[in-house]
């Protein structure tokens, strides 16, 4: 099994519940992690990157932000939103795409500059395929 930062062996010997199968976190009692539980792995963690390059200066977040993170970059690797809406568990589009996906700013200028490129090809009557 592999070594977590703080050098703990990880899985050794834990199986998870079946009706916990499916969940990517489980605990030594085989059942599912909590918030506060994820919440403070998280904080171990940025305390211990703190602390191995004080420079960087890495900031605490919550696990949600994982959530935030996820969907937008599965958007912007081209996931199809409606699939995306599917795995976040959201019954309408819209809570997916305005609470969740958050464009990098250099992901829409890239668009834009396409599009305008697009534009100056279609004014000429060249198509871009």
Same mark, same amino acid.
């Given at each position: 099994? *592999?070594?977590?930062?703080?050098?703990?062996?990880?899985?050794?010997?834990? @199986?998870? @519940?079946? &009706?916990?199968?499916n969940l990517v976190f489980?605990? #030594?009692?085989?059942?599912?992690?909590n918030e506060v539980s994820v919440y403070h792995a998280i904080k171990m963690t940025v305390n211990y990157i703190n602390k /191995?390059?004080?420079?960087? !200066? +890495? &900031?605490m977040f919550s696990p949600h932000t994982l959530r935030h993170t996820f969907a937008t970059r599965r958007v912007e690797e081209g996931m199809d939103p409606k699939i995306l809406q599917k795995l976040m568990g959201h019954?309408?589009? #819209? /809570?997916?795409?305005?609470?969740?996906?958050h464009k990098a700013d250099d992901v829409l200028i890239r668009e834009?500059?396409? +599009? &305008?490129? !697009?534009?100056? +090809?279609s004014e000429? *009557?060249?198509n871009v395929v």
């Open positions: 099994m *592999g070594k977590s930062l703080m050098g703990k062996e990880l899985g050794k010997g834990h @199986k998870a @519940k079946e &009706e916990y199968q489980i605990t #030594s009692k085989n059942t599912p992690v /191995v390059d004080p420079d960087k !200066n +890495f &900031e019954k309408h589009l #819209s /809570v997916t795409m305005d609470t969740y996906y834009v500059m396409e +599009f &305008e490129k !697009n534009k100056q +090809f000429i *009557g060249v």
